[in-house]
């Protein structure tokens, strides 16, 4: 998120007073965190314009019933999942798979990219370092899991607080821990960090073996 | 060659490997006393903990850099358009439009009695209309007019039927005949009235004395209460002009009042006007004016006839009218007659019926 949303700043309980001021300034201002939160999850551009265009159609039309329970942010993600969610059972219907599960072979893909961008030349790389990055990133993540993907992206880059991200994704604490370990180290060595040696070494080495099962 | 041994050696509170991530990543997470006394003690500890924070920072800046609103304008724009900005359109937005009420409803009380009482009206509509607009249940009432014939009046040169000669006295009679039955239904009229309204005097309690005394107690209940036994009782007052004249006049005054008792009158009062005669000049009587007016009174009511015209030398029954009412001022008990009155019964013998006719002349 761009913006702090929590419960002074509710876009919908404004919206619910007939304020719509708070409304379009987090349309305006989050469009772009929704476009790329359903990318990284695993959308195409077009299919993460629709989703985010859904997302904000529904909580608009939420408003009238919206009761403020909890920070804004969480509400707005546990939406934004819940159509990723609606979108995936549609397109398992249709006899599709979701892009960028791990152990599948669409996979590959995301990390030729991460091959391909490691082995640019220095100058285009700089050129478009912005864009590679955000490449990078978006295929490293397509390579972890669904629940770990969802962790990351929520915990680490939506900064949501673990129990937020515990009650979102309907799972205790510690499992968030423990995915968001493994994710963060799976995405460290994908990544080049520059510090795999060293992460691999302690991480690996402070993990406690029951909830490695778990992950 | 050391993590494994932290590892073997973590005990419970100190830092492991999850804790160190959640510490990097989740920006609510505060490191506990020992915690913290740990990192400083172990320097690698640290180091990790920098390294993690600085890789989330950095993909958090990658996504930041990712997420540049002004790429996403256009869409920004197209869910504004479907949402706050969305404006009903030509034909009306009624789901907007129900949204706003439905909004304004929850704000206000006063805007929700405002709607349940518009909708009341509204349900009530049909059946004020269904009043309104039924047939009605009488039938219509259908006014017929004939149509008009106009008649074409006679040209110039139309010759117009002349009336016979030999008609024109029959029609001058009937003309006379019509006018006087007029005239003699006004006369009633009028005198009615006057009676109603003024009334005779009251002797109901009082005792009579005398011929003239009962005839004038016989009138006054007559005329006061409509009971005319007192008068159909009274024996022979030929005995006295001016009991006779009183008698006629009350005769008169229940033909005036009651028409019913008009018809049985006719023969009693032809009787009691061929009784009455002028008097003769040689020997006069205060008697004779009043005897006069009631015999004019008597014609005048249309109680006419030849003899009657002959002898009080009255022409015509008009000229009867005209002297009536002068001898009697067109009233019965007018205050001339009551002068005459007074003056014709000076001879007489006062009883309590003559005081009250005296005294309590009506005005």
Known sequence: MRELWDRERDPLASLAKGDSGLFERFVVGETSTFVGFFRRLGADPEEAEDLTQDLFLKLYSQADHYVPRERFAPYAFRIARNAWIDRARRQSTRGKTISGTAGTGEEKEPLDILERTASAEPDAAHATAAREESDRLYAAMASLSTMHRAVFELGALQELSYSEVSELLDVPVGTVKSRMFYALRRLRELLGDGTEAAVGESLDGTVPSARSTEA | ?363
């Open chain 2, 1 to 363: 060659m050391s993590s494994n041994r932290r590892n073997t050696d973590r005990q419970e509170g100190e830092l492991d490997g999850e804790r160190i991530v959640e510490l990097a990543v989740d920006r609510t997470a505060e490191p506990s006393e020992r915690e913290n006394e740990q990192l400083m003690q172990e320097t690698d500890l640290q180091g990790q903990l920098s390294e993690l924070r600085g890789f989330v920072a950095r993909q958090r800046e990658v996504v930041a850099k990712d997420s540049d609103s002004a790429k996403f304008t256009d869409l920004s724009n197209r869910i504004l358009s479907a949402t706050t900005r969305r404006r009903p359109s030509l034909v009306g937005d009624l789901r907007l439009v129900r949204d706003l009420v439905l909004l304004r409803c929850r704000q206000s009380v006063w805007v929700r009695l405002a709607a349940a009482s518009l909708i009341l009206h509204l349900a009530a509509l049909p059946v004020v209309a269904w009043f309104v607009l039924r047939e009605p249940a009488e039938p219509h009432r259908i006014f017929f007019a004939p149509p008009v014939v106009v008649e074409e009046s006679p040209r110039l040169d139309e010759k117009i039927d002349a009336v016979d000669p030999d008609v024109v006295p029959m029609l001058e009679e009937e003309n006379g005949r019509r006018l006087d039955a007029f005239e003699v239904a006004n006369a009633r009229r009028l005198e009615r009235f006057s009676l109603h309204r003024w009334g005779a005097p009251d002797t109901a309690n009082l005792s009579s004395d005398g011929l003239v005394e009962r005839v004038l107690a016989a009138r006054s209940s007559g005329i006061n209460t409509g009971g005319w036994s007192e008068l159909e009782e009274l024996e022979d007052v030929s005995a006295s002009p001016l009991a006779e004249a009183l008698f006629v006049e009350a005769l008169l005054d229940r033909a005036v009042l009651d028409d019913a008792a008009l018809a049985g009158d006719q023969e009693a009062l032809r009787a009691a006007l061929e009784r009455l005669r002028p008097v003769p000049s040689s020997e006069p009587s205060s008697a004779t004016p009043l005897i006069r007016a009631a015999v004019l009174r008597a014609m005048e009511l249309g109680f006419d006839s030849a003899e009657l015209r002959i002898l009080w030398r009255v022409d015509s029954w008009a000229d009867a009218g005209v002297a009536s009412r002068r001898e009697q001022s067109g009233k019965p008990l007018s205050n001339r007659w009551f002068t005459e009155f007074e003056h014709a019964s000076q001879g007489l013998a006062r009883g309590a019926v003559l005081d009250a006719w005296l005294d309590g002349i009506p005005r």
